[in-house]
Structure formats: C-alpha cells, structure tokens
C-alpha cells in the first residue's frame, strides 16, 4: 500500500511529528467541545480569528487552516455527521470528511497527517463503526492517489477508542 497507517493513544494537540492534524470540528467551525475546543485552545486566537474567514464548513466536508502555537504547519477542519442510526446518509459524511480531509492534504503539499475519530464523542457516532470507516477510506484513498501521503495516525484520546482502531487496521491488513 506504501502508506504508514498509525493508532497512536494520545494527545492530538501535541503530535509533532506531522504535518497536519484533522479537527473534528462543528459547522461553523469556531470552536466548541472535545478536540475542536482542545485544538482551538492549543492554537490560540489566531486560529479562531482565520476560522471566522472561512464562513464554516459543510458536513463531510474540509477546510485548511494554520496552525498557530501547536507544533505541526497546518490544521484540516471537517465536519463528521451526527449519529442518527445509520439511515440518514451518516456512512457517506463520514467517508467524505476522511476522504476530503485527504483531498485537502494532497492538495496542500501535505504527506503527513494525523486524525482523532471524528464523529465519535458528542455526535455519538458509533466508535467501532466510524473506525471501520475512517480506515477502510484511508486505505482506498492513499491507493487511488499512491505516492502522495506517506503516513496517517490516528490519534485516540481512550484506550478503548485506541484498542478498536487497531483492531480496525489489523482487520484491513489481514484482509487486505
């Protein structure tokens, strides 16, 4: 596959050695809970203050700012769904928010990149669902455009979030 994907238990706000970290952010992107507010706080006003440029961000979608005081180049906005059962087109957003999260890197000049797991705290995304997704569009993302990424963390704040994405990628490696 020639990309290093990663699982990592931790702080996103303090990797420093990609070049850009996903915020799982709202709509408007001006901060809130769990990792949004956690990178907002970590990146400074500056961020808050080029976030307000932006005029926010649709669902599944991505947005690329600077990242201030935290100890990467770049921070990639996207907006994973709210979980509502699974019959209101959640899987797609989901996929899209990786896939043009991605995008946005490649586009960017970006080879290095670390996600949390959008989509699994306040909006209640079922965690080994989200993982299954977020690394199976890793995959056919960093296939369809090889050469181009070179590693992807996943970066989990929980043992238990963590213990599911690397069941995820051991999955996706034994089944290729």
Known sequence: ????????????????????????????????????????????????????????????????????HLPCKYVIHTVGPIWRGGAYGEPELLKNAYWNSLQLAIDNGIRSIAFPSISTGVYSYPVEQAAAIAVKTVKEFCVAHAGRIDTVSFVLFDRNTLHVYEHAVSELQRNG
Not at 39 to 46: L, N, Q, V
Not at 53 to 60: A, N, Q
């Open 1 to 68: 596959m020639g990309v290093d994907i990663q699982t990592i238990q931790g702080d996103i706000t303090k990797v420093n050695d990609v070049e850009a970290i996903v915020n799982a952010a709202n709509n408007s992107l001006l901060g809130g809970g769990g990792v949004d507010g956690a990178i907002h706080r970590a990146a400074g006003p500056e961020l808050l203050k080029e976030c307000r440029t932006l005029h926010g961000c649709e669902t599944g979608e991505a947005k690329i700012t600077g990242a201030y």
